[in-house]
């Protein structure tokens, strides 16, 4: 089976799809042929062993660009196209190419029909909707949610198609060394620096503590004038550092070296930095806004709703936590991680997937 992914960039400043794409062909190239078809980008990820067809995206050149998807997909062959993400019309018009040759389309929305997103630049959003997003998304042969909670906010706006969820995966194999110490008393914010991430509920709920000696480091790239309004605002809080992007072994040492990982975000369709941070045995707070109610269940975080008020209770409540209690609650990440999140098995659930539409 021959299978091409479209996503508008694989580049390192894209965030969670990007690294999914990275780990999801690790799980499927053995199986498929697999091949990433995206936007030319400054500093695109290294996806090893896998065939990748950058386009230049720029949509002054629309009729052209459509030629080339058109001209790639007739060359290539493909038995399924699986579109991710949605809003950018190069995305569409890649699934416009492959529906005029009568080629199987999947669509991985990747949250972008959560409601705190159709929320955000409403008026652009509307706009798309009516021009091309609407009706794309009702010609799509199956849609792909990573999760309960996504395929919920799907049916809410009226989009009736067949729908499979299978969750984000991690590779356990690159994350073997696991936390081994507690203690630290360093807790980590881990991911792309943007508005959705609720840092500044995080920031304002931590100044609000008596931390008792614990730090808060957050890492990630994104605007740059975001980010450093948000160093600004954060001058007064001595045990918060912003220690820039990291990636690689640098992650997952970092994430090693946090007695707790903290994800404050309005809205994720999955949010792949908790699985990493489960899977190194690191507690994790997160939101209501993602669907990692596990959290509960399996006793290894916070699943809260996202409030000043209620991180600043579960900080407080953290701060108190034995490093005895810790030791559990990684323990219990681990297990889940290796129970669920496994990209192997999700690898065998996609193709799964591909063969039954």
């Not at 995080?202 to 931390?211: G, P, Q, Y």
């Not at 699985?275 to 109610?293: D, F, M, S, Y």
């Given at each position: 089976?021959?299978?091409?992914?479209?996503?508008?960039?694989?580049?390192?400043?894209?965030?969670?799809?990007?690294?999914?794409?990275?780990?999801?062909?690790?799980?499927?190239?053995?199986?498929?042929?697999?091949?990433?078809?995206?936007?030319?980008?400054?500093?695109?990820?290294?996806?090893?062993?896998?065939?990748?067809?950058?386009?230049?995206?720029?949509?002054?050149?629309?009729?052209?660009?459509?030629?080339?998807?058109?001209?790639?997909?007739k060359n290539e062959k493909p038995d399924v196209v699986h579109i991710n993400g949605i809003w950018s019309p190069q995305n569409w018009g890649f699934q416009k190419a492959a529906q005029e040759l009568k080629i199987k389309v999947v669509l991985s929305p990747h949250g972008m029909l959560e409601s705190w997103i159709i929320q955000h630049n409403p008026l652009k959003k509307k706009v798309a909707l009516f021009l091309f997003q609407h009706k794309a998304i009702k010609k799509v042969d199956h849609i792909h949610a990573t999760a309960q909670m996504e395929k919920d906010s799907i049916r809410r706006l009226k989009f009736d198609n067949n729908i499979t969820i299978i969750p984000n995966g991690i590779d356990l194999g690159e994350s073997v060394i696991e936390k081994e110490y507690y203690g630290t008393k360093?807790?980590?914010?881990?991911?792309?620096?943007?508005?959705?991430?609720?840092?500044?509920?995080?920031?304002?709920?931590?100044?609000?503590?008596?931390t008792k000696g614990w730090t808060l480091e957050i890492a990630g790239n994104g605007d740059e004038t975001y980010i450093s309004g948000l160093i600004e605002s954060a001058k007064d809080l001595e045990n918060v550092h912003f220690v820039g992007a990291l990636y690689e072994e640098e992650k997952w040492n970092f994430l090693r070296s946090a007695d707790v990982?903290?994800?404050?975000?309005?809205?994720?369709?999955?949010?792949?930095?908790?699985?990493?941070?489960?899977?190194?045995?690191?507690?994790?707070?997160?939101?209501?806004?993602?669907?990692?109610?596990?959290?509960?269940?399996?006793?290894?975080?916070?699943?809260?709703?996202?409030?000043?008020?209620?991180?600043?209770?579960?900080?407080?409540?953290?701060?108190?936590t034995s490093t005895d209690k810790l030791h559990r609650m990684g323990f219990n990440g681990k297990k889940l991680v290796k129970e669920k999140y496994d990209i192997k098995a999700i690898g065998k659930n996609m193709i799964e997937l591909y063969n039954n539409i």
């Amino acid at each position: 089976m021959k299978v091409v992914h479209y996503i508008a960039s694989i580049d390192k400043s894209a965030g969670g799809t990007t690294e999914y794409m990275r780990l999801l062909s690790k799980a499927l190239n053995k199986d498929t042929s697999f091949i990433i078809a995206t936007g030319i980008s400054e500093q695109p990820i290294n996806i090893d062993g896998v065939s990748i067809k950058f386009f230049n995206g720029n949509i002054l050149r629309w009729f052209s660009l459509l030629k080339e998807f058109r001209v790639f997909l007739k060359n290539e062959k493909p038995d399924v196209v699986h579109i991710n993400g949605i809003w950018s019309p190069q995305n569409w018009g890649f699934q416009k190419a492959a529906q005029e040759l009568k080629i199987k389309v999947v669509l991985s929305p990747h949250g972008m029909l959560e409601s705190w997103i159709i929320q955000h630049n409403p008026l652009k959003k509307k706009v798309a909707l009516f021009l091309f997003q609407h009706k794309a998304i009702k010609k799509v042969d199956h849609i792909h949610a990573t999760a309960q909670m996504e395929k919920d906010s799907i049916r809410r706006l009226k989009f009736d198609n067949n729908i499979t969820i299978i969750p984000n995966g991690i590779d356990l194999g690159e994350s073997v060394i696991e936390k081994e110490y507690y203690g630290t008393k360093k807790m980590v914010f881990l991911s792309r620096i943007h508005p959705k991430k609720g840092i500044e509920i995080l920031l304002e709920a931590w100044r609000n503590c008596d931390t008792k000696g614990w730090t808060l480091e957050i890492a990630g790239n994104g605007d740059e004038t975001y980010i450093s309004g948000l160093i600004e605002s954060a001058k007064d809080l001595e045990n918060v550092h912003f220690v820039g992007a990291l990636y690689e072994e640098e992650k997952w040492n970092f994430l090693r070296s946090a007695d707790v990982m903290v994800l404050p975000t309005h809205s994720e369709n999955f949010g792949i930095v908790v699985a990493e941070a489960l899977a190194v045995g690191v507690p994790v707070i997160t939101t209501t806004g993602t669907p990692w109610e596990d959290l509960e269940n399996f006793n290894c975080g916070w699943w809260i709703d996202l409030s000043v008020e209620n991180i600043q209770s579960t900080l407080v409540e953290v701060f108190d936590t034995s490093t005895d209690k810790l030791h559990r609650m990684g323990f219990n990440g681990k297990k889940l991680v290796k129970e669920k999140y496994d990209i192997k098995a999700i690898g065998k659930n996609m193709i799964e997937l591909y063969n039954n539409i």
